[in-house]
């Protein structure tokens, strides 16, 4: 048996003790120490045995790691031929020309109004034109499929895997927790507590269902092009990003709601105490059903209730079945959703479950992108549904969902745990992306405005610490207890990379073993991406795609959210020059 069970109980009562940030980062250490020094699941075990978190005494009867053999020696990510040799002169020189543009700061930061400004002087059909050739040419695969093959063929030619996004984005309002989408035309809905009511617009429903013609496109543009590649996908193109927020709202309120009745901060709650708070927040009316309820609750009996069975029976659909036998209307009671909302959050999971299925069938794996945190609830609790049936052991040897974890969040590593050991007690593919986080700018700027502490780490330093144990974490899992967990490391930092493949070689897997991916953006970090791919590692490139006008927030998001180490591409443009100095030597 592994011991994430009893590691997730240790994280869970540390952080409902307030001390959030600290306990995931030592937790994190604490698991990674223990296997690192003994590989033996032993280890797991004995800390079964000793609940309080007594590693040092597990560790002392645990098998030592046995001698590792080295697979492979560390790639070369400084040569300029494996990261640019392929390139045209002339892509070299506007590779050069945009990288050396994204580090002017001015640029970057005003990089909206300037193209308001060109569109408004020049038109829509010139800017479009001139940002088709230059930063959408270096960053984006093309408009479709036509366009994205010749990309994609140089990519698998060098043994790069194409993971293909369509990039269109909706990000919704930043206005507040609960501001309805004030349309001219919509489904009105009227929650059960005279909450506000909220209008969400037909014509966001019309586009998402276009949206799903388009992702389906995608999955089966991956599967005529590569057997083993992924499709990206963002829910907010699936889905009103306001009822996003109202589902997450719904989550979060659920697990506040849960640590209330967990007054001993253990992680667990007793069938008595569960009918305690029960009766003090809710009529009791049916026996009967109550009783139904704690044995879903506690299926095996053991007298004990933790937060992924209450979470599991608390959904945002199943909600208002509780909230109206609420005594008084708290928190709780005012996120439960009306019957329209719940229609409209059972047509997005619909619509999901469409692409997934569609993905099972071509063989294509879907990766759910990471978003921002007003919505991330949601979006993890549509894609736990996704993977419970997707990945599920007994119907695929392999994942088909991905869910992305971004390490720039304090939460991620409790989040990441507990999604371990839901894979484990549900039997299905632990399957992650692991980032740092693309809306950091974004996330402190909401946090001020509206006055709660930031999510995100105070110093690169702690994002990076959290990122490489997160990895190691992953690594030594799939070592103890073999395949049952995949991840992709999507990542531009060179030493993270040196650092997962020196893991690899540490532990015995070899360089195209299916537990590990990389990934980088395509137009960046080329030294990385080409020379893992020709060092036979599971190298992926990620592909956006779409119509200029439509992919122009992303790259301005890009360029915003990257601009310090697109500020910082030294490195990039140092090999870009080296291999164009070579070339113009021999002209």
Not at 80 to 103: D, L, M, N, W, Y
Not at 475 to 501: C, D, F, W, Y
């Amino acid at each position: 048996m592994y011991s994430i069970t009893n590691h997730s109980r240790i994280i869970v009562a540390r952080q409902q003790h307030h001390l959030l940030h600290n306990a995931n980062i030592t937790t994190i250490r604490l698991l990674v120490s223990s296997t690192s020094k003994n590989a033996s699941s032993l280890a797991a075990n004995n800390l079964m045995d000793h609940p309080t978190g007594d590693l040092h005494h597990a560790n002392k009867s645990t098998v030592a790691l046995t001698s590792s053999t080295s697979i492979s020696t560390l790639p070369d990510f400084s040569d300029p031929a494996s990261a640019h040799g392929t390139k045209s002169t002339t892509e070299i020189i506007r590779s050069i020309a945009v990288f050396q543009a994204c580090r002017i700061p001015f640029l970057v930061k005003n990089a909206e109004r300037l193209l308001d400004l060109s569109s408004k002087v020049l038109g829509n059909t010139i800017t479009n034109t001139l940002m088709k050739y230059t930063f959408f040419r270096h960053f984006c695969a093309g408009e479709d499929s036509v366009d994205m093959k010749p990309v994609i063929d140089k990519l698998q030619a060098n043994n790069i895997g194409p993971i293909l996004d369509y990039a269109a984005e909706s990000e919704g309002s930043d206005d507040g927790d609960d501001v309805p989408a004030i349309v001219f035309e919509g489904i009105s809905t009227q929650p059960l507590f005279n909450q506000p009511a909220r209008i969400y617009d037909y014509t966001t429903e019309k586009e998402c269902d276009r949206h799903v013609e388009i992702f389906k496109n995608c999955i089966r543009s991956v599967r005529d092009v590569s057997p083993h590649g992924f499709a990206a996908l963002k829910v907010t193109a699936l889905g009103n990003p306001e009822l996003l927020e109202r589902m997450s709202t719904i989550i979060v309120e659920v697990k506040k709601f849960f640590a209330l009745m967990d007054e001993k901060k253990s992680g667990f709650i007793t069938r008595e105490e569960f009918l305690t708070c029960y009766d003090r927040h809710f009529h009791r009316e049916d026996q009967d059903a109550l009783s139904e309820v704690l044995d879903f609750l506690d299926a095996d009996n053991t007298g004990m209730i933790d937060y992924i069975s209450f979470a599991k029976m608390l959904t945002p659909y199943t909600l208002p079945s509780f909230t109206l036998k609420c005594k008084d209307v708290g928190p709780l009671a005012m996120a439960t959703p009306s019957v329209d909302e719940i229609a409209l959050m059972v047509k997005m999971s619909e619509r999901l479950n469409t692409l997934a299925e569609e993905a099972a069938a071509c063989g294509t794996k879907l990766l759910i992108d990471a978003e921002h945190a007003k919505y991330q609830p949601a979006i993890d609790s549509l894609v736990l549904e996704l993977q419970q049936k997707f990945n599920a052991k007994d119907v695929t040897d392999r994942p088909v969902i991905f869910n992305t974890y971004q390490c720039y969040l304090k939460d991620m590593p409790e989040r990441m745990i507990t999604d371990l050991k839901r894979s484990e007690r549900y039997n299905f593919h632990f399957a992650a992306k692991l980032v740092r986080g693309a809306y950091m700018v974004h996330e402190r700027e909401r946090a001020k405005k509206l006055g709660y502490d930031s999510p995100i780490h105070d110093t690169a330093q702690d994002t990076h610490r959290c990122y490489n144990e997160v990895v190691e974490l992953l690594l030594r899992h799939r070592m103890q207890h073999g395949p049952g967990v995949e991840m992709m490391i999507a990542t531009h930092n060179k030493e993270s990379i040196e650092k997962a493949v020196s893991l690899m070689n540490e532990i015995g897997l070899y360089p195209n073993d299916a537990t590990v991916h990389f990934a980088q953006l395509y137009g960046m970090s080329d030294n990385l991406t080409f020379t893992l791919g020709n060092s036979g590692y599971n190298a992926f490139k990620y592909l956006p795609y779409g119509e200029v006008q439509e992919v122009l927030p992303y790259l301005l998001r890009r360029a915003q959210e990257n601009g310090d180490m697109l500020g910082n591409a030294g490195t990039e443009v140092s090999l870009l020059g080296r291999e164009l100095k070579k070339r113009l030597s021999f002209a």
